[in-house]
Nanobody, 115 residues
Framework: QVQLVESGGDLVQPGGSLRLSCAASGNIFSMYTMRWYRQAPGKQREWVATITSGGSTGYTDSVKGRFTVSRDNTKNTAYLQMNSLKPEDTAVYYC?????????WGQGTQVTVSS
């Protein structure tokens, strides 16, 4: 069983930046594909970004050029650097770990972009 704990969510003004962290338990973190999702009020959860075990990354179109996903396998942690934040980025952000048929979710962290 893997536990994921997100942190770093906050209230930030438009144009600001935040870095979210996702800390994982266990000793095979490097083998997981890590994904970030978000869910805004009244909307479905949507995929935001992926980083594979090999370091390949992918982003949904709305965050390309503004968000950067990364990982530090020595710290069992994945990150989501979010720059140039917009009000429409407001959501609960979740991290997700996948290895084969195993998938795990964190509890989420709230990001609010507002002046």
């Amino acid at each position: 069983q893997v536990q994921l704990v997100e942190s770093g969510g906050d209230l930030v003004q438009p144009g600001g930046s935040l870095r979210l962290s996702c800390a994982a338990s266990g000793n095979i973190f490097s083998m997981y594909t890590m994904r970030w999702y978000r869910q805004a009020p009244g909307k479905q959860r949507e995929w935001v970004a992926t980083i594979t075990s090999g370091g390949s990354t992918g982003y949904t179109d709305s965050v390309k050029g503004r968000f950067t996903v990364s990982r530090d396998n020595t710290k069992n942690t994945a990150y989501l650097q979010m720059n140039s934040l917009k009000p429409e980025d407001t959501a609960v952000y979740y991290c997700n770990a996948i290895w084969g048929r195993q998938t795990y979710w964190g509890q989420g962290t709230q990001v609010t972009v507002s002046s």
